[in-house]
C-alpha cells in the first residue's frame, strides 16, 4: 500500500510540473485522471468566502486579499503523508532567501481542501513552517485556513485546481502548484512542483503587484526576465537586455554630445584682436 502512495504521490510530482499523458510512455495512474492545474490567469478569487483561521475565528478571504499586496495562495491538506509536505517545505527555503517578509510586502495563504482538516492542525503545521522559516514577524503574513467543502470547492475551481480523494488510499491524489495573486485577488502566476527559487518568487510577486505602483528597478528587472512554462522560471530575456543595452549606450552618448555643446556653446565666439596702443 505504501509503494503505491509513493507511486501515485511521485506521478503527481510529474503531472504538476508539466507533463501531460500524451509524453509519458505509460498512462497515467486512474487515480490520477481529472487531477491537474487548469490555468485561469486573470480569474478573481470568491473574496466573500469565509474560511476558519488557525486560531479558530472565522474569517472572509478579502481580509487577506484586500487590495495592498500580492499575495502567495497554496492548496494543501494538513494531514497529507508527503507531497504537501515537500511543497511547503521548498516555498519556505524560497522565501528565506527574500529580502521580505510576509505581513509586510506580500500575503501567504495555505488553504486546506481537506474539509476535515481542523484549526488544531492548521495550528500546528503554521507553527511547524514559522519555526522553520525562522522570520520574526512573519506569522502576521501567513495564514493555515479550514473551511467548508462547498467554499473549498468555490476556491479551488477558482483557480483551476483539481483533486480527488481515494478511498481506499485514505489520501487525496492532487497536483502541486503555488498561486501569485494580485493585490485584488486575480491570478496572475502559477508555479509548478515542489521547489521554488528565491529569483523566482521574487519576480513572480512583482509581477503579481500589477495595478498598484512597480518601482523602476521592478519594471526593468521584469523587462530583463520573462517566465518560461516549460522551464518553470523567469529566465534571462537576452533580446530585451540588448535592446535595453543599445538604450542605455544611446543615451549615455546623447548626454555626452549634449555637454560638450554646452560647453563649447558657453565659450561664445574668440574676442577679437586688439589694436597696438589701444
Same mark, same amino acid.
Given at each position: 500500500?505504501?509503494?503505491?502512495?509513493?507511486?501515485?504521490?511521485?506521478?503527481?510530482?510529474?503531472?504538476?510540473?508539466?507533463?501531460?499523458?500524451?509524453?509519458?510512455?505509460?498512462?497515467?495512474?486512474?487515480?490520477?485522471?481529472?487531477?491537474?492545474?487548469?490555468?485561469?490567469?486573470?480569474?478573481?478569487?470568491?473574496?466573500?468566502?469565509?474560511?476558519?483561521?488557525?486560531?479558530?475565528?472565522?474569517?472572509?478571504?478579502?481580509?487577506?486579499?484586500?487590495?495592498?499586496?500580492?499575495?502567495?495562495?497554496?492548496?494543501? @491538506?494538513?494531514?497529507?503523508?508527503?507531497?504537501?509536505?515537500?511543497?511547503?517545505?521548498?516555498?519556505?527555503?524560497?522565501?528565506?532567501?527574500?529580502?521580505?517578509?510576509?505581513?509586510?510586502?506580500?500575503? /501567504?495563504?495555505?488553504?486546506?481542501?481537506?474539509?476535515?482538516?481542523?484549526?488544531?492542525?492548521?495550528?500546528?503545521?503554521?507553527?511547524?513552517?514559522?519555526?522553520?522559516?525562522?522570520?520574526?514577524?512573519?506569522?502576521?503574513?501567513?495564514?493555515?485556513?479550514?473551511?467548508?467543502?462547498?467554499?473549498?470547492?468555490?476556491?479551488?475551481?477558482?483557480?483551476?485546481?483539481?483533486?480527488?480523494?481515494?478511498?481506499?488510499?485514505?489520501? @487525496?491524489?492532487?497536483?502541486?502548484?503555488?498561486?501569485?495573486?494580485?493585490?485584488?485577488?486575480?491570478?496572475?502566476?502559477?508555479?509548478?512542483?515542489?521547489?521554488?527559487?528565491?529569483?523566482?518568487?521574487?519576480?513572480?510577486?512583482?509581477?503579481?503587484?500589477?495595478?498598484?505602483?512597480?518601482?523602476?528597478?521592478?519594471?526593468?528587472?521584469? @523587462?530583463?526576465?520573462?517566465?518560461?512554462?516549460?522551464?518553470?522560471?523567469?529566465?534571462?530575456?537576452?533580446?530585451?537586455?540588448?535592446?535595453?543595452?543599445?538604450?542605455?549606450?544611446?543615451?549615455? /552618448?546623447?548626454?555626452?554630445?549634449? /555637454?560638450?555643446?554646452?560647453?563649447?556653446?558657453?565659450?561664445?565666439?574668440?574676442?577679437?584682436?586688439?589694436?597696438?596702443?589701444?
Amino acid at each position: 500500500m505504501r509503494s503505491r502512495a509513493v507511486a501515485l504521490a511521485s506521478a503527481a510530482v510529474v503531472l504538476a510540473a508539466g507533463s501531460v499523458a500524451a509524453q509519458r510512455a505509460e498512462p497515467l495512474p486512474k487515480a490520477l485522471a481529472g487531477v491537474g492545474i487548469t490555468e485561469h490567469l486573470g480569474a478573481k478569487i470568491p473574496l466573500d468566502l469565509q474560511f476558519t483561521a488557525e486560531d479558530g475565528k472565522p474569517v472572509r478571504l478579502s481580509r487577506y486579499v484586500d487590495g495592498t499586496r500580492p499575495v502567495i495562495l497554496t492548496l494543501n @491538506y494538513f494531514r497529507c503523508p508527503m507531497l504537501c509536505t515537500l511543497m511547503l517545505n521548498g516555498l519556505v527555503d524560497g522565501l528565506k532567501g527574500l529580502p521580505w517578509t510576509p505581513g509586510n510586502q506580500f500575503e /501567504v495563504l495555505t488553504v486546506s481542501f481537506d474539509p476535515l482538516d481542523t484549526p488544531a492542525l492548521a495550528m500546528l503545521k503554521k507553527e511547524t513552517y514559522m519555526e522553520e522559516l525562522g522570520r520574526p514577524g512573519a506569522a502576521a503574513g501567513w495564514h493555515f485556513l479550514t473551511g467548508t467543502q462547498a467554499n473549498i470547492k468555490a476556491l479551488t475551481d477558482a483557480v483551476g485546481f483539481s483533486f480527488r480523494y481515494i478511498p481506499e488510499q485514505q489520501q @487525496y491524489a492532487h497536483p502541486t502548484g503555488v498561486f501569485l495573486l494580485t493585490p485584488d485577488g486575480r491570478v496572475s502566476r502559477v508555479l509548478y512542483g515542489v521547489q521554488y527559487s528565491t529569483q523566482t518568487l521574487k519576480l513572480a510577486l512583482t509581477e503579481a503587484r500589477q495595478g498598484k505602483e512597480r518601482s523602476t528597478g521592478d519594471q526593468i528587472l521584469l @523587462y530583463c526576465f520573462h517566465y518560461d512554462a516549460n522551464a518553470g522560471r523567469y529566465v534571462v530575456a537576452a533580446g530585451n537586455i540588448m535592446r535595453l543595452g543599445g538604450g542605455v549606450t544611446l543615451l549615455v /552618448v546623447g548626454v555626452w554630445l549634449a /555637454v560638450a555643446w554646452r560647453h563649447k556653446a558657453g565659450k561664445g565666439p574668440p574676442a577679437p584682436p586688439q589694436e597696438a596702443g589701444s
